[in-house]
């Protein structure tokens, strides 16, 4: 299988945030009892990325290393990139073009969560395409209020429209998107649309005249929360605590999904746990290890 790389775009101002993010990235800010961050970092780790590269402002460059590091605690590799200004989403593969190489990329915005049972079996599919690309499809009760994607019988997009006044499907598009190689080329030959950022539905208008834009339908069990206002984020949160204090887990940690892979072993899984013992989450982490024999 040709091999993937992952990038998180964590950069932008977060002014449907204001005041919360005036000081602080929103990607830092916490979803119950995680940074935002963590949640998109645990979704490329469940599709098996491991060379990792962050893009955020050069304001808040300095918090994200601090909190996350070079990635060998989980068992993963991380670089670092800044994007200077919010020049659209398609501008992340120009500013990762060394990073990506000649390999295929994932592109997950920060501020977005996964969750659902059969998400890394999704996952594994749109990974396996190595030369097609994959938007997902999830759907919503609003579509005007986001960018729609039309989809065929063979599972292709046909259309895609943002906030259409007459939406043709309730098929919102998340904003998580793998990539075939040549998404360098297209994002760097785009031309800024009207309000001056590199549009990533343009990028997927390109591979759909191509014929080559898979939709993967995110179904009945799968969650998907877009955390960029005040009541997404409240909402979010309360999703997690939900589920969290009903059956005794974490969702999208890290440390878990690195240890399930095989990345880290169990002391290393308890040498994470003890700088996190007074919280509930360094109590599960020291639980999951005293659970293996």
């Not at 990038?7 to 009892?33: C, E, F, H, N, W």
């Not at 749109?126 to 009760?141: C, D, L, M, P, Q």
């Not at 609003?142 to 989809?151: A, H």
Request: net charge neutral; aromatic share 10%; charged share 25%.
């Amino acid at each position: 299988m040709k091999k993937r790389k992952g990038i998180i775009l964590a950069g932008g101002k977060g002014t449907r945030l204001y005041p919360l993010t005036l000081a602080i990235s929103k990607q830092i800010m916490p979803v119950y009892d995680k940074p935002m961050i963590y949640y998109p970092l645990y979704v490329l780790m469940e599709a098996g990325i491991r060379e990792i590269l962050i893009i955020t402002t050069a304001r808040d460059n300095s918090i994200f290393k601090e909190l996350l590091g070079d990635g060998s605690k989980w068992g993963v590799h991380f670089e670092y990139a800044i994007q200077n200004e919010p020049k659209g989403l398609a501008e992340a593969f120009v500013i990762g073009e060394k990073f990506i190489g000649k390999d295929n990329v994932v592109l997950i915005l920060g501020d977005n969560m996964f969750y659902g049972g059969n998400l890394k079996e999704i996952l594994k599919r749109a990974n396996a395409r190595e030369n097609e690309s994959t938007i997902f499809g999830y759907k919503v009760n609003n579509p005007n209020q986001y960018g729609v994607v039309e989809i065929n019988e063979q599972g292709k997009a046909i259309s895609i429209e943002e906030k259409p006044e007459k939406p043709k499907s309730n098929y919102a598009v998340p904003g998580l998107y793998f990539y075939t190689n040549d998404v360098i080329q297209i994002a760097k030959n785009l031309k800024p649309s009207a309000r001056g950022e590199l549009e990533i539905t343009s990028v997927n208008e390109a591979y759909m005249k191509k014929n080559k834009l898979v939709v993967e339908k995110l179904g009945r069990g799968m969650a998907w929360f877009d955390t960029g206002t005040h009541d997404a984020l409240l909402e979010t949160a309360s999703f997690v605590q939900t589920i969290q204090k009903r059956q005794g887990l974490q969702i999208c940690c890290p440390e878990e999904i690195a240890f399930e892979n095989g990345w880290i072993d169990k002391k290393q899984l308890e040498n994470l746990s003890i700088s996190l013992m007074k919280s509930d989450y360094g109590k599960f982490l020291r639980g999951l290890a005293e659970d293996i024999d």
